[in-house]
């Protein structure tokens, strides 16, 4: 891919972007929930159940306040901090104005997703009247993104960012478009959701074209460096260390025996299985294809395990 070949998203962004075409989502006062049953294992724990709705309820809220919580940590810290400095022309790679001014628009969509994200935890707060437990201050990203950059040399660190961004920008996609088609939740939620999805199927072929163009014009060393540099990312990334332990918190949380706070926290260990069927594996498997990644040999067996 050329750089001539970049076609900018301009005119998409101005008429379908959610912060030029979307109302605010007000949350309604009505029995459904607010996340998705099976994204919370906990929820269907024998004693949770015997335990009743309202602590099932209270699960999947404070289990819905962390993945906003994470929404907005991943927008603002993660990929503003490498779309920011693609339009500023601060990443070390000569991308066409098109690029740089696409990728502002992604600053200005991810600023708005966290912002629309902490109205809407407010106006849930309040509604609710609970207040969330202590939430986690990294995700995933937070602590794979530095890793995966300490095994390439100095010189592929942003080009190891770019990646890492652009797939977990990838794999985010399709989890949003799991929950707003969930019946059992909230209008609100939903909607709140269904937002986010129509900004992020642009944002994903952004990050794709964006990928491919630079994949092209670096040379080989830099893929062959980049290439091995993957495993190390994707290691890190595909955890559940912080899930679980935020998963400790909310048991800790619950007013029960501390025998049976103890004995739920002890079965959820296996709780979040990550294996080859794992749906972010199929995303990061299509997004590597598309964005020319897997021609490359050495890349391709690098990543091995994952395809
Ligand atoms: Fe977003
Ligand atoms: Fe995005």
């Known amino acids: 891919m050329s750089t001539q070949n970049y076609v900018s998203h301009a005119d998409q962004w101005e008429q379908r972007a959610t912060i030029r075409s979307r109302p605010r989502r007000v949350v309604e006062d009505d029995a459904l929930s607010y996340y998705p049953i099976e994204r919370q294992p906990l ?4 004693t949770i159940m015997d335990a009743g709705q309202e602590v099932q309820d209270y699960i999947l809220l404070q289990s819905f306040y962390k993945y906003i919580n994470d929404v907005i940590i991943f927008e603002t810290e993660i990929v503003n901090r490498t779309a920011l400095a693609i339009a500023k022309s601060r990443f070390p790679f000569d991308f066409p104005f098109a690029c740089k001014s696409d990728a502002m628009s992604v600053v200005i969509d991810e600023h708005y997703h966290a912002y629309v994200a902490m109205d809407y935890l407010d106006q849930v707060e309040r509604s609710t009247g609970i207040a969330p437990i202590t939430q986690n201050n990294e995700i995933e990203l937070s602590r794979a993104i530095p890793r995966a950059i300490a095994h390439v040399p100095a010189q592929y ?44 199927g642009r944002h994903s072929i952004f990050w794709i074209n964006l990928v491919k163009l630079y994949w092209s014009q ?16 994707l290691k890190e990334y595909l955890t559940n260390e912080l899930q679980l332990e935020f998963d400790r918190r909310l048991i800790e949380s619950l007013d029960l025996p501390r025998d049976t706070r103890e004995q739920i926290a002890n079965d959820m260990v296996g709780a979040y299985p990550i294996t080859s069927k794992h749906p972010m594996i199929a995303n990061i498997r299509k997004f590597l294809k598309m964005a020319g990644l897997l021609k490359h040999e050495p890349t391709r067996a690098a990543v091995g395990a994952y395809l």
């Not at 797939?167 to 985010?172: A, D, G, L, M, R």
């Open 157 to 200: 660190a942003a080009g190891m960012e770019l990646l890492a961004v652009a797939i977990s920008e990838n794999t985010v996609t399709t989890e949003v478009a799991a929950f707003s088609r969930d019946a059992t939740l909230k209008r609100s939620v939903k909607g709140v959701m269904a937002d986010h999805l129509a900004d992020e």
């Open 218 to 233: 670096v040379d080989e060393a830099a893929r062959e460096a980049l290439g091995l540099g993957l495993p190390y990312f």
């Open 43 to 46: 929820y269907a724990h024998p």
